[in-house]
């Protein structure tokens, strides 16, 4: 089975505050990491090719420096690793996004299972995986937990809902993007440390996908983003002062009328 | 593009210390823009001295724009119940539809939707298509997608609404890449611009760090997934009139690739958490398992439900369903209490919209405080078993 996981750099969200005299984002020290739900997609690929034989290959769109997290991918377990890196590409919203992967994709050409995150921790957009899907005229589902059986041509997987789930059946090639419940990502092994620092990424520019320039980046994008703010928050702030009992008494008040 | 005119550029940093997305730095008197720009803007706006522009090349706009008219919102229906969301959007879209001077239709796809489609007009629909088939009676991509594609090609709607629900960000990516234009996920604001009609679309990014607003100005429909629980649904009139319009599609059309085997509804209470008056939520200051345990007692004495932050569902102390906030769940009941919460804003996206909410924290600086609208700095291991007992009293008494 062939496995193409499509996987993002992200700024490490965990990390980043507010400063609060500027209003801006203080990213100081703010690493960038694999995307948290992609780390799941790669090792469900990783596990479904130690089961059923087959080649995992990572894709990332991004800045050089992704390359490094591609590396890492290899340390867990992928066998091939693709950066398609331009900077063509700035500024690309999910459109110009999932273009510029699929012709990636045309590219690699040959796969029977495409696995992304459910969504990117940066923009929380979950568009580029179905968006992907659409591009690519292939069966699409997002948020599997769980694959429950894998032959030649189909899958059977669990897709989680806002109220339970669904089980389904789908026909390969398809992409399906995954929830973290799916499994537990391993660490690096040290066989796959030594392999990641050998292998040899392939790069793509826009030119060696044949993009049409026209898709790419911001002149590519469907959506602008006209303004960046800060969010609002609007408490009242009314402390509560005293001892523990005296403060549980006041809130006690306070709630009451409330029940 | 981001142009940075040198001979403008006086070094100042302001750009720097504005950018969000750390990709303009000064580096020998002068700004340099670094991969990672995103091309919001900001530093345009903030440049003192006119020194920064973006090079917008304007797009050929495909068609003429005014040819679609028209507010769409998609009423999400599952195991024959419209989903809430679907009410709240057609309360938005009233507002969006009168400010446009357009009508507001709800799109209905199922099977056996009797009397659905009156309830949409009940709640403000001017126009309600149906597509009421056997195909559409479990959800796929494939089948809802061309649904909805087909009927917005036809019919040229403007806007189209759909709940952020599992459903919702399913789906309707693959509708916008159908048509072919933009999509903007998880707004929690929307409005109408001014100058030209656009729709402008709020949306929180980087964890809920920044808000951005959105515009989608070469293509229509403009399509946005709105939040859950954000916007008001209009107070049911079941003495409005609309117009109730059955489609039938192409049966072709509606043959999913994807076979739906089974859908099981699980009945934790990941269900009434986003339908719950109270809600009781605990964090990392709970420090393990057992805090969630007076967590639960203290939502058993108030009948609410328990929620979490990512730091408690990340530690493994309650499962996923719980999580509140930016890749959880969204709530907004009438009281929510947070319990050793510090409030990341991812946290504080899912749950701001509370009537009421009570913060208890150690931390004085916490940020959960500045939402709250009453405070204890204090103890949670000590001021929550007083509430319990409280509210104990107050039940038996």
């Known amino acids: ?259 | 593009m981001l142009r940075i005119d040198i001979e403008a550029c006086i070094g100042c940093g302001i750009c720097e210390s504005t950018c969000t997305f750390g990709a303009i730095k000064v580096e020998g008197g002068q700004a340099v823009v670094g991969d990672t720009c995103t091309l919001c803007g900001s530093c345009v706006d903030v440049c003192e001295v006119g020194a920064l522009s973006i090079d917008r090349e304007e797009k050929a706009i495909k068609g003429n724009l005014s040819d679609w008219s028209g507010v769409w919102v998609y009423a999400e229906c599952r195991h024959g119940r419209i989903a809430p969301v679907a009410l709240e959007l057609l309360g938005a879209g009233r507002k969006l539809a009168e400010k446009r001077g357009v009508s507001l239709s709800a799109v209905l796809l199922g099977s056996k939707l009797e009397g659905m489609a009156e309830d949409l007009v009940a709640y403000g629909a001017d126009k309600v298509f149906v597509v009421d088939d056997p195909a559409l009676a479990s959800f796929t991509d494939d089948a809802y997608g061309n649904a909805l594609s087909a009927l917005a090609k036809k019919h040229k709607p403007e806007i189209i609404l759909a709940g952020a629900t599992a459903i919702g960000r399913s789906f309707i990516p693959r509708v916008a890449t159908t048509l072919a234009t933009g999509l903007t996920a998880d707004c929690t604001d929307l409005s109408i611009r001014d100058e030209d009609g656009a729709l402008l679309q709020t949306r929180p990014a980087f964890g809920g760090n920044i808000m951005a607003t959105i515009v989608c100005p070469h293509t229509r429909p403009q399509i946005s997934t709105v939040r859950p629980l954000v916007m008001k649904p209009l107070a049911r009139d079941a003495g409005r009139k609309g117009e109730i319009v059955v489609v039938n599609l192409d049966t072709a059309m509606l043959k999913p690739r994807v076979k739906v085997l089974d859908s099981v509804v699980e009945d934790l209470d990941r269900v009434n958490l986003s339908e719950a008056d109270i809600v009781v939520a605990g964090g990392r200051g709970l420090e393990n398992e057992k805090g969630f345990a007076m967590i639960r007692e203290l939502a058993d004495v108030l009948g609410g439900a328990v929620a979490a932050s990512r730091a408690a569902v990340d530690s493994g102390w309650i499962p996923y369903p719980h999580q509140v906030g930016q890749t959880g769940k969204t709530v907004a009941p009438k009281i929510y209490i947070a319990c050793g919460i510090s409030g990341a804003i991812q946290h504080l996206v899912g749950m701001q919209s509370a009537d009421t909410i009570i913060a208890i924290n150690r931390d004085a600086d916490a940020p959960i405080f500045d939402v709250a609208t009453y405070g204890i700095v204090g103890d949670v291991f000590e001021i929550v078993p007083k509430l319990i007992e409280k509210f104990k009293e107050r039940k038996s008494s």
């Not at chain 1, 973290?180 to 996908?209: C, F, Q, Y």
């Open chain 1, 1 to 259: 089975m062939k496995i193409i996981v499509c996987v993002k750099q992200v700024p490490d969200a965990k990390d980043v505050r507010l400063d609060p005299k500027t209003n801006t984002l203080a990213r100081e020290g703010v690493q960038s990491i694999m995307n948290p739900y992609d780390r799941h997609a790669l090792e469900e690929a990783v596990r479904l090719k130690e089961k059923h034989g087959g080649t995992v290959t990572v894709l990332s769109m991004g800045p050089p420096q992704a390359e490094e997290m591609l590396r890492e991918a290899v340390s867990c377990g992928a066998d091939e690793a693709v950066l398609v890196s331009d900077r063509a590409f700035a500024g690309a919203d999910t459109w110009a996004t999932t273009y510029t992967l699929a012709m990636a994709i045309k590219k690699i050409d040959d796969f029977d299972l495409i696995l992304c995150g459910k969504q990117a921790i940066d923009g929380d957009t979950a568009q580029v995986g179905p968006g992907l899907a659409e591009r690519l005229d292939i069966p699409f589902v997002a948020y599997v937990r769980k694959i429950n059986d894998c032959t030649a041509n189909t899958i059977r997987a669990e897709r989680l809902m806002d109220d339970g789930y669904d089980l389904l059946e789908i026909p390969l090639p398809a992409l399906f993007t995954v929830v973290k419940e799916i499994n537990e990502p391993r660490i690096p092994s040290l066989k796959g440390k030594m392999k990641a620092k050998k292998i040899d990424i392939t790069k793509l520019t826009a030119v060696d996908i044949e993009a049409d320039p026209e898709q790419l980046g911001l002149k590519g994008s469907t959506t602008q983003v006209v303004k960046v703010f800060s969010p609002e928050l609007k408490g009242a702030r009314a402390m509560l002062g005293g001892t523990a009992t005296e403060q549980v008494a006041q809130l006690y008040e306070k709630m009451s009328p409330l029940l």
